[in-house]
């Protein structure tokens, strides 16, 4: 995979978060380590991009994250 910037990755993440997906499922459709995954999860969680929902234990892109993805 080529170079990437860090918004690309922001709009990767929150695509393959768009209804509900788990952090593995995540990973594997941004292509990211986990350890780069976790630090972008952190970043939109603050940024309310993203939103953890705890009973299903999934991430789910927030309505200022799809504007995001609108903009890009």
């Not at 509900?20 to 999860?41: D, P, R, V």
């Amino acid at each position: 995979m080529k170079y990437r910037s860090s918004t690309e990755i922001v709009a990767m993440i929150l695509d393959a978060a768009n209804g509900g997906e788990t952090k593995t499922k995540i990973m594997y459709k941004a292509y990211l380590s986990y350890l780069q995954l976790k630090e972008y999860l952190s970043v939109l969680i603050e940024n309310n991009l993203l939103e953890y929902i705890d009973r299903t234990q999934t991430f789910k892109t927030t309505e200022k994250g799809l504007f995001f993805l609108k903009m890009h």
